[in-house]
Nanobody, 116 residues
Framework: QVRLVESGGGLVQSGGTLRLSCTVSGRRISSINIMGWYRQAPGNQRELVANIISGSKTNYADSVKGRFTISRDNAKNTMYLQMNSLKPEDTAVYYC?????????WGQGTQVTVSS
């Protein structure tokens, strides 16, 4: 059974930084095709923030390009989202997601709140 645990969320002022972590158990991430971060703000649909495909190709939502960086550490079986220059509109619950073969798994989410 694959399990994802996010951490690193919190309250930060506008312009601040946070680093989210997603630790995976039950499968080596080196064998996972797609890993990504999503977020959902109140009243909004869940949206893709960034993903990393086949360990190297990265994609970002236009709203976070140049501010957020997705990465992964195979040795620690963990994925990260470095978030710089945070804005109030980045406030949301952030979820990590992994997909391989026909399977997809979600973490429980971590709250990020950016105050103005």
């Amino acid at each position: 059974q694959v399990r994802l645990v996010e951490s690193g969320g919190g309250l930060v002022q506008s312009g601040g930084t946070l680093r989210l972590s997603c630790t995976v158990s039950g499968r080596r991430i080196s064998s996972i095709n797609i890993m990504g971060w999503y977020r959902q703000a109140p009243g909004n649909q869940r949206e893709l923030v960034a993903n990393i495909i086949s360990g190297s190709k990265t994609n970002y939502a236009d709203s976070v390009k140049g501010r957020f960086t997705i990465s992964r550490d195979n040795a620690k079986n963990t994925m990260y989202l470095q978030m710089n220059s945070l804005k109030p509109e980045d406030t949301a619950v952030y979820y990590c997601n992994v997909s391989y073969d026909i399977y997809t798994f979600w973490g429980q989410g971590t709250q990020v709140t950016v105050s103005s």
